[in-house]
């Protein structure tokens, strides 16, 4: 047996040994974003909860110096008519140099936006600037999104 068939079967026994013990083995391309550059893989490990009843803007993650706010995943649910806005600033609740992540999201009652999940992150925040949410109206909203700060 030549020297290539035996480490790659080595490989493979490992392989069969690691899903035989429960792990998933996921293989996924580069993540490409419209404008055509690569966007780093991104790791989650936290979460915040997104909740409110007032027509404001709320900080969800505090900004620190130098990071940023990677954003894997949201999910948030609408109790009436109102829109929601996640954003990035500085200052108390981004209330200085703010920016919108993303459009205007529409919500009725008992509506749902989800998205991400997947490989990737699905926005990020400029270095050195909080995550931010705005709910349009006094209808609550409540939601999750997991992040990377670094």
């Known amino acids: 047996m030549t020297r290539a068939k035996r480490e790659f079967a080595f490989g493979l026994s490992i392989l069969t040994a690691l899903l035989l013990a429960g792990y998933v083995l996921v293989v ?5 974003t ?17 909740t409110g009843a007032a027509a404001a803007t709320v900080e969800l993650v505090a900004l620190s110096a130098g990071k940023r706010v990677y ?3 949201f999910v948030l649910n609408g109790a009436g008519a109102t829109t929601a806005t996640f954003k990035t ?28 999940g997947g490989p990737g992150y699905v926005m990020k ?19 999750v999104v ?5």
């Open 34 to 50: 419209a404008q055509g550059s690569n966007r780093d893989p991104v790791l989650c490990t936290q979460s915040v909860a997104v």
């Open 146 to 150: 997991s992040y990377a700060q670094f």
């Open 125 to 143: 925040s400029p270095a050195g600037n909080a995550l931010c949410w705005t709910n349009s109206a006094t209808v609550q909203v409540s939601g």
């Open 71 to 73: 954003v894997c995943g």
């Open 89 to 116: 600033g500085t200052g108390s609740a981004c209330g200085s140099g703010t920016a919108s992540l993303t459009g205007a999201m529409k919500f009725v009652d008992g509506s749902s936006v989800t998205y991400g």
């Open 28 to 32: 996924t391309p580069d993540v490409v």
